[in-house]
């Protein structure tokens, strides 16, 4: 059975996947940030959270190692990875691959 990640990834979206850890200060600006990113786009992308400190296997796969980190995957595949905490970085970083 696929996880809601996996199904994610066969949407034909792009999927911008923010690693998080709940104990650290910046966790509640990417949630912010999140949202900010879901209203701007809507449902031209998919904008998700995973939390390292809970999700190891994940941030192990994805060799997550600082936090925030933010991944965009098209096609199933990455396609930038940036730790940023500028939501105008981002925005910009993963406009190019929103249609």
Known sequence: M???FEKCLESGKPVLLAFLH???QDAVKVKYDIEA???KY???ALFLMADGSY???MARKYKIDTYPTWVMFKGGEEVW???TKSLETIDESINTFID
């Open 2 to 4: 696929k996880n809601r």
């Open 55 to 57: 999700n190891h296997p």
């Open 37 to 39: 990113l879901r209203k």
């Open 81 to 83: 990875r940036g730790s």
């Open 42 to 44: 809507g449902d031209k």
């Open 22 to 24: 709940a104990g650290r």
